[in-house]
């Protein structure tokens, strides 16, 4: 019991990630809470593309989802999408598929 407490507690947060290539930079974010045993997930991103060495006007996007939590493999599962997030509390990172996210202390 603690540590499913322990562990959906200490989920929510802001959580980033950065890669950058040839094509340019892409910034995403997402930011969870947690509402009546439910996680609200707000995922964000920021895409730079470069085209022929040039910057372009970067791109926005945003997407809302919820999530609950699987105490038994410490993973959100999103409502939506089906997606599985896990969650890293030692390294406070979540993972979605190979996309890793740092939470921002």
């Known amino acids: 019991q603690s540590n499913k407490s322990e562990a959906k507690n ?4 802001t ?11 892409e910034y995403d974010t997402l930011v969870i809470s947690e509402a009546n045993d439910l996680f609200q997930i707000q ?3 920021k895409y730079e593309r470069v085209l022929d060495g040039v910057n372009q006007e970067p791109e926005y996007k945003q997407q809302n989802s919820t999530a609950s939590f699987d105490v038994n ?4 599962h999103e409502n939506e999408t089906g997606n599985a997030i896990s969650y ?4 406070s990172t979540l993972s979605l598929g190979t996309t890793k996210y740092q939470k921002l202390k």
């Open 10 to 13: 200490t989920i929510p947060g």
């Open 15 to 25: 959580y980033v990630r950065m890669s950058e290539h040839e094509f340019g930079k």
């Open 43 to 45: 995922r964000r991103w």
């Open 73 to 76: 493999n410490q993973t959100l």
């Open 88 to 91: 890293d509390s030692k390294n």
